[in-house]
């Protein structure tokens, strides 16, 4: 078996394992700092804080995002709040619940040591962020103001309002932006990496193209940082942004960076349904929600009744029964089942029977719609421009919907992958969350990895490369790594065949939500791994992209995505396919208990997956990382 050891984790106790790390890192002195240029790709909350941060301390940044604006990362979408363990309501929370809470929210297959690196650098995030102007909620005394989310027991969720995401992004975007003002910063918007560029097998530079003028440029630098976010896009209709795309991670991935459990993808309880075949995306609806919303369903299979006719005996508040101790905030993997379940049972409702009631009436009740208004308002406007009903009146309708990547490229504790120089930080790893994340915890760790932890751990890095110069850009490998573009852009362009990109990525992402979604099966894999290559051909043969490549070309972009994502998407079913077990967002069909939950089997499969290219997609070559508890011991994962 071939193992991975060198994690890098720091010795001593769980609780001192960071504070040993950053008292023992090597140091790059402030002159020598002026001396490096590092890339970053990607200007969401990761890699805007980490951009900033690093600039900050005296280092030259190039920062790069295809979007027109850094500030239009998707960073914006999350809406519901940012998890922090400082116990402000005095209900029992601190470091080791909120470490504990989210390993056991993974289904016990994270790094014990990065989790809880996460919950203890939590505290510092929220200062921080005040001191940026972020305008949480706040009680009447001044206070900040804390909520839940599920998978917990105690409020330790801050927020502003509905849009914390963007909030929090407002903040690192203007300390990027105050760094490109002093010249240590350059801010390449419009610019899409294409592959990363190795010299000596160390990361020194990436290619990238101008997607306005089409010019294929060439960047070095003496490291790079991908923060370019997940891939739930791949299955197509999802909540995040249409541009959000995996090619940069996964062209590290051929390049020899490992990625990591690539199947646990999580599907989002609360997101607005599909209604039909015209949709290129869904909009998510804040986990936010459940705190005062409750989930039901008619008791009757097919009762076409309008929600105000159903009484209340005739109504199944099936998390409420099902989990008594979390309810309505059980876990998002746990919640997506139990909604998916209902509706395959006949009782989904809406016009496609595909969705299940979020109902406020008894909140509304108890507080008043201006409480309720105050804590969600802008969601229910949201709801109602985009589907024309009041849900301070009736219900809304929620459906699951795929969402956050918990898989990513592997790195260790320093957040490096597996090639030297090369990091990868926020959704862009696999590090923190093991099988499903909890809701609050994405904001938090894309904060934590930018802010807190790579200013340490590159500079560790860096500390052993101050007498190598940056390399130039007409070095063989630049030049190699643009030869393959070149190539690759010119086959999507002479291939001439009658379908779009789009159209490819449709028929895939279906048939991965159906064998590799909320429910997977051995021989529903199986399918999909052939059905997948039977596209991936198809693709080649009959690729239609108008146009060439000097030009502003959208459909060159995406058929470079979804070339990307025809190849990702083997590697998700193969990943689910040899893990015999049900975790967290992977749910396998042939391992569950009697009462139809997830059943893990830690005695074969406590590990992460890592999956090493090699130069075959159908044959990658799995590494496994054992995972090992010193502090907490893995239990059955239960939330009744």
């Known amino acids: 078996m071939n193992t991975i050891t060198n994690t890098k984790v720091p010795k001593g106790p769980l609780a001192e394992k960071w504070s040993n790390y950053k008292a023992s890192a090597k140091l790059v002195s402030p002159n020598n700092r002026k001396k490096f240029e590092v890339i970053v790709v990607g200007t969401g909350l990761a890699g805007a804080s980490a951009a900033a941060s690093l600039a900050e301390m005296g280092y030259n940044v190039k920062s790069f995002c295809f979007q027109d604006s850094a500030r239009r990362a998707h960073s914006v979408a999350a809406q519901g709040g940012v998890n922090a363990a400082k116990n402000y309501k005095n209900d029992g929370d601190n470091i080791y619940r909120m470490f504990y809470d989210t390993i056991k929210g993974g289904d016990f297959r994270s790094r014990e040591a990065n989790t809880y690196r996460l919950a203890e650098c939590s505290v510092n995030l929220i200062d921080q962020a005040v001191a940026q102007g ?61 592959d990363l560029v190795l010299i000596d097998g160390k990361a020194r530079g990436i290619i990238a193209r101008n997607l306005d003028t089409g010019e294929i440029e060439r960047h070095a630098a003496h490291t790079v940082v991908l923060a370019t976010g997940g891939f739930g896009k791949i299955y197509y209709l999802s909540t995040l942004a249409m541009g959000c795309n ?54 009757a299979k097919n009762d076409t009744r309008a929600p105000g006719e159903i009484p209340e005996e005739e109504r199944d508040y099936y998390l409420e029964r099902k989990y008594p101790s979390f309810g309505n905030l059980a876990p998002r993997d746990i919640a997506s089942r139990a909604a998916k379940e209902q509706i395959d049972l006949g009782k989904g409702i809406g016009p496609l029977k595909n969705a299940v009631y979020l109902d406020f009436s008894k909140a509304l009740n108890e507080y008043g719609k201006d409480v309720i208004a105050e804590r969600y308002g802008n969601l229910f406007t949201m709801y109602q421009k985009i589907t024309g009903t009041d849900a301070y009146r009736e219900p809304m309708k929620i459906s699951p919907a795929a969402h956050f990547s918990m898989g990513g490229l592997w790195v260790d504790y320093e957040l490096m992958t597996s ?37 340490y751990t590159l500079q560790n890095y860096l500390a052993n490369e101050t007498e190598i110069p940056k390399p130039e850009t007409d070095h063989p490998a630049f ?109 396998r069909a042939e391992h569950q208990t009697e009462e139809g939950e997830a059943k893990r089997d830690d005695e074969n499969f406590s590990y992460s997956a890592a999956w090493e290219w090699t130069g075959d997609i159908s044959a990658p070559n799995l590494k496994k990382e054992p995972l090992i508890f010193e502090t907490v011991a893995p239990t059955i994962r239960s939330y009744k």
């Open 419 to 455: 090639i030297p120089g090369l990091f990868a930080i926020g959704e862009a790893n696999f590090s923190d969350h093991g099988a499903n994340r909890l809701g609050a915890n994405s904001l938090l760790q894309a904060c934590v990895d930018g802010y807190f932890v790579l200013p």
């Open 246 to 299: 995996a090619s940069a991670i996964w062209r590290a991935h051929k390049k020899g960076a490992y990625m990591a459990n690539p199947s646990w993808t999580q599907i989002h309880p609360t997101c607005l349904p599909r209604s039909g075949e015209y949709q290129s995306k869904l909009t998510l609806m804040s986990e936010s929600l459940r705190n005062d919303g409750r989930i039901w369903v008619p008791r």
């Open 134 to 194: 972020v305008p949480f909620g706040r009680e009447y005394g001044g206070y900040l103001r804390n909520r839940s989310f599920g998978g917990v027991q105690v409020s330790r969720t801050f927020y502003a309002r509905g849009q914390t995401g963007q909030q929090l992004l407002l903040g690192s975007y203007q300390a990027l932006l105050r760094q490109q003002n002093k010249g240590k910063v350059k801010l390449y918007s419009r610019h899409e990496m294409l």
């Open 479 to 587: 030049t190699e790594a643009e030869k393959n573009i070149h190539k690759q852009m010119q086959n999507f362009l002479s291939c001439k065949g009658k379908r779009t990109a789009e159209d490819f990525h449709k028929i895939l992402g279906r048939e991965l939500y159906d064998k590799c979604g909320l429910l997977r099966t051995k021989k529903g894999l199986e399918e999909a791994i052939q059905n997948i290559r039977r596209i991936r051909n198809e693709f080649k043969e009959d690729l239609m992209v108008p146009g060439n490549a000097n030009e502003v070309n959208s459909e060159l972009e995406k058929a470079g995505r979804v070339a990307d994502y025809m190849e990702l998407a083997e590697l998700m079913c193969i990943d689910a396919l040899q893990r015999e077990e049900s975790c967290g967002a992977h749910f």
